[in-house]
């Protein structure tokens, strides 16, 4: 069972930045999308960056012009930079493969955690 490994996460001040790493353990085929995600307490997750693999990106307007999601294909490997962070970031993030056919795969979750 193919799992996502995320990594990256932690605890910044305001104003500072943090990269998150989110790598298969095994190859997957037949990717629709790679996406992160968001979930703050007591909140719904959110959708927070996507990448389609036809070439499509998109942002929550939340993040807009301060994240950006890139992916390394030899390193096999999705990023999310984040710049900018404001207490408001704060949340576990979650790395997620948008399948073709069957399940997603979700990543563990990584918490970020963004001081005033």
């Known amino acids: 069972q193919v799992q996502l490994v995320e990594s990256g996460g932690g605890l910044v001040q305001a104003g500072g930045s943090l990269r998150l790493s989110c790598a298969p353990s095994?190859?997957?085929?037949?990717?629709?999308?790679m996406n992160w995600y968001r979930q703050a307490p007591g909140k719904q997750r959110e959708l927070v960056a996507g990448m389609a693999i036809g070439g499509g990106i998109r942002y929550a307007d939340s993040v807009k012009g301060r994240f950006t999601i890139s992916r390394d294909n030899a390193k096999n490997t999705l990023y999310l930079q984040m710049n900018s962070l404001k207490p408001e970031d704060t949340a576990v993030y979650y790395c997620?493969?948008?399948?073709?056919?069957?399940?997603?795969?979700w990543g563990q979750g990584t918490q970020v955690t963004v001081s005033s």
């Open positions: 095994g190859w997957i085929i037949n990717i629709n999308a």
């Open positions: 997620n493969i948008d399948m073709r056919h069957g399940a997603d795969y």
